[in-house]
């Protein structure tokens, strides 16, 4: 479905070297070399730059290996599609997984679902959580992936070129790093948070609006932006001193972060993002994951 050279660039460029991807491929280090080569030569592209302290991805590798995961990914999907079309199961869902989109609450309230609904199936799909592919699987819902789970609001669903279904409002919060003397704490006073810096996305309008309620009545505390929730950005919390606004849902994201409440009455909404025509088994989804809620 894909040339396969791109599995040994992708091992390549994760390892930076030569012998250390051949180590992990079970190959020697000559046919991992010859195999890039070969590669580099079809592509008419100069993939790395080889230096004496190791290899480093040119601009056009860096390209290609920002999209060349989601690349095997989706041929990957295409194939169970082309599979499934002489035989397809009519009640299977397809719910994508990642950091920021976890599943383990719909996985918990999946017998009340199948109670009402017993004919429904699920496959959990997980997915790399980068800008790109947010952006890509969300804009064309019900071709690899049907739906996920997360918080959203007008401006993210207009960005991501779908729609959501409303499941409930949750409390904004507050991610510190287990290492900071605010985590000792149940529960923060706006006052915890005078001399700190507050991680806002730029994206996303309560978030936007918390900067202006802060700047406001809070100049004390200091808020700087970020485009895109991923794993480096709670690492950055840990490692630092700054704190992130973040959802009980992200509990499990990192083992150094703890997630509390502040006092703000500010609030999110949570629910299934999907095509703007969903099918009939996402409907029938949401409306089994709605009874439990209510």
Same mark, same amino acid.
């Given at each position: 479905?894909?040339?396969?050279?791109?599995?040994?660039?992708?091992?390549?460029?994760?390892?930076?070297?030569?012998?250390?991807?051949?180590?992990?491929?079970?190959?020697?280090?000559?046919?991992?070399?010859?195999?890039?080569?070969?590669?580099?030569?079809?592509?008419?592209?100069?993939?790395?730059?080889?230096?004496?302290?190791?290899?480093k991805l040119t601009p056009a590798g860096e390209s290609l290996y920002r999209d060349a995961k989601y690349l095997i990914q989706y041929a990957g999907d295409s194939l169970v599609r082309a599979r499934k079309a002489a035989g397809r199961d009519d009640?299977?869902?397809?719910?994508?997984?990642?950091?920021?989109?976890?599943?383990?609450?719909?996985?918990?309230?999946?017998?009340?679902?199948?109670?009402?609904? /017993?004919?429904?199936?699920?496959?959990?799909?997980?997915?790399?959580?980068?800008?790109?592919?947010?952006?890509?699987?969300?804009?064309?819902?019900?071709?690899?992936?049907?739906?996920?789970?997360?918080?959203?609001?007008?401006?993210?669903?207009?960005?991501?070129?779908?729609?959501?279904?409303?499941?409930?409002?949750?409390?904004?919060?507050?991610?510190?790093?287990?290492?900071?003397?605010?985590?000792?704490?149940?529960?923060?006073?706006?006052?915890?948070?005078?001399?700190?810096?507050l991680y806002i996305q730029d994206k996303t309008k309560i978030f936007l609006d918390i900067e202006a309620w802060l700047n406001k009545n809070h100049p004390q505390i200091t808020t700087e932006r970020?485009?895109?929730?991923?794993?480096?950005?709670?690492?950055?919390?840990?490692?630092?001193?700054?704190?992130?606004?973040?959802?009980?849902?992200?509990?499990?994201?990192? /083992?150094?972060?703890?997630?509390?409440?502040?006092?703000?009455?500010?609030?999110?909404?949570?629910?299934?993002?999907?095509?703007?025509?969903?099918? /009939?088994?996402?409907?029938?989804?949401?409306?089994?994951?709605?009874?439990?809620?209510?």
């Open positions: 479905m894909y040339n396969k050279h791109l599995e040994t660039f992708i091992e390549v460029a994760d390892s930076g070297s030569f012998t250390k991807a051949a180590e992990k491929l079970f190959i020697s280090p000559n046919a991992v070399i010859k195999q890039i080569n070969i590669f580099e030569d079809k592509l008419e592209l100069k993939l790395f730059e080889r230096t004496h302290r190791g290899l009640n299977l869902v397809r719910i994508g997984t990642s950091l920021i989109t976890p599943t383990q609450f719909l996985m918990e309230l999946w017998p009340h679902i199948q109670t009402i609904h /017993p004919d429904l199936k699920f496959k959990l799909v997980p997915f790399n959580n980068t800008p790109e592919n947010a952006k890509e699987i969300m804009k064309h819902f019900g071709e690899n992936i049907d739906m996920v789970a997360g918080v959203y609001d007008d401006s993210m669903l207009a960005y991501r070129e779908c729609r959501a279904s409303f499941i409930k409002e949750i409390p904004v919060r507050i991610a510190v790093s287990a290492h900071s003397k605010l985590a000792q704490k149940t529960q923060l006073a706006l006052s915890d948070l005078y001399g700190k810096t970020f485009t895109f929730y991923d794993v480096s950005v709670f690492d950055e919390c840990v490692n630092s001193d700054k704190l992130l606004i973040a959802f009980d849902i992200w509990s499990q994201i990192h /083992p150094m972060i703890k997630i509390l409440p502040v006092e703000w009455d500010f609030t999110m909404a949570f629910g299934i993002l999907h095509a703007t025509n969903p099918s /009939p088994n996402v409907k029938k989804f949401i409306s089994g994951l709605r009874k439990n809620y209510k």
